[in-house]
């Protein structure tokens, strides 16, 4: 039976730890002490040593021999500021004081896995094979998901608790994605005694701007360029400019040609002015589209059923740690926790959206 004190008890200690991305440690800890108490076998990978981080992905599993493996993912690190975060209970919803974000993204995900295990083992029911994976660096590419070793843990079903929009909310549709650095080199000179000597490289990257396909390129594509930084004085004329870029397409396809017409906007401008074009853009993950049949969505809407809840599908133009998952091979799915205002001071959750989002995965192991 769901304990909803100790759930809602759970996710305030979660999220009055500070952890920002690649410094997780004391929460990793925290987890680490919960899990083992709850007689779960519990190891933490090399994630952090991966990417200078100072704790690595936590996974605990709850063995059932012979049975399938389902994997439950959700991450401890959050975006700032996280330094002090005072939680708040008022009229259901669960906010901070306004000087903080909450943390709720993603620690009422880790909150749901957690009670929904001791459901499992209170129950004493036959159950599944349970994979817990709480992730790190999520926040800043995904570079958790990205260690952690699937083959090792082989699960047939990954079910992501990382969405907005309320429990019974199924993300089945994610993006492709690919983001980095652009570099404009052109060549220094005195702009007030002979700027006719140099090569101005942010005159070259305007040029190239004006020309390249920015915003929402179509339903599916939207490209950005988000920090620019160049120059070393006002009296000289600017050597490089740097911009980082992103793209990202429900189609890879498209992604792809967007890609190369954009690097090849840029190197014609740089040969027109003499200048030089290099970048660091690299595609970070792969998108996933889940079938109206697929196994996985059966049953999470079936869990949805069980318990009176609406199932609706949606696409994100946001990625999480499914886009790995499902690039691997594996077939996954993001779950909405009900999570609000995201990544801002304003954040919030509704009690009741965390303890839907338990009832519908612990139906989920039921299920299965």
Do not use: W
């Amino acid at each position: 039976m769901l304990n909803e004190k100790r759930l809602i008890e759970n996710f305030i200690d979660m999220v009055k730890i500070s952890s920002p991305s690649l410094n997780e440690r004391e929460v990793a800890d925290y987890l680490k002490k919960i899990l083992l108490d709850m007689g779960l076998e519990v190891e933490e990978d090399n994630a952090g040593k991966d990417h200078n981080g100072n704790t690595g992905n936590i996974i605990a599993v709850l063995k059932s021999p012979g049975k399938r493996k389902i994997l439950f993912s959700s991450h401890m690190d959050t975006v700032t500021p996280c330094k002090k975060i005072n939680p708040i209970i008022e009229n259901g919803i669960i906010k901070t004081d306004g000087t903080s974000v909450l943390g709720g993204d993603d620690k009422a995900g880790i909150a749901a896995i957690i009670e929904m295990i001791r459901m499992i083992q209170e129950s004493g029911d036959e159950h599944p094979e349970i994979i817990a994976v709480f992730s790190v660096a999520e926040e800043i590419g995904l570079l958790g998901a990205q260690s952690f070793d699937l083959d090792k843990y082989k699960p047939d079903l990954v079910f992501v608790i990382d969405s907005g929009g309320t429990p019974g909310t199924a993300v089945i549709e994610t993006p492709y994605a690919a983001k980095g650095k652009i570099e404009i080199i052109g060549k220094a000179a005195h702009a007030g005694l002979a700027p006719e000597l140099g090569i101005n490289a942010l005159t070259v990257a305007a040029h190239a701007i004006t020309k390249i396909r920015m915003g929402r390129i179509d339903e599916k594509t939207t490209s950005n360029i988000g920090i620019i930084n160049g120059g070393t004085a006002v009296n000289i004329v600017m050597p490089n400019v740097s911009m980082m870029y992103e793209a990202r397409s429900f189609s890879g396809e498209i992604l792809d040609d967007l890609l190369a017409e954009t690097f090849m906007i840029f190197q014609e401008t740089a040969e027109k002015f003499g200048a030089e074009f290099k970048h660091s853009v690299k595609k970070g993950y792969n998108g996933y589209k889940l079938e109206e049949n697929s196994e996985i969505l059966k049953c999470f809407e079936k869990a949805c059923g069980n318990i009176g809840i609406e199932c609706k599908k949606v696409s994100s133009g946001g990625g999480c740690d499914a886009n790995i998952y499902s690039g691997r091979g594996i077939v996954s799915i993001n779950m909405g926790i009900g999570m609000s205002k995201v990544h801002t001071t304003e954040e919030f959750i509704k009690i009741e959206d965390i303890i839907n989002c338990t009832k519908i995965i612990y139906e989920i192991i039921k299920g299965i």
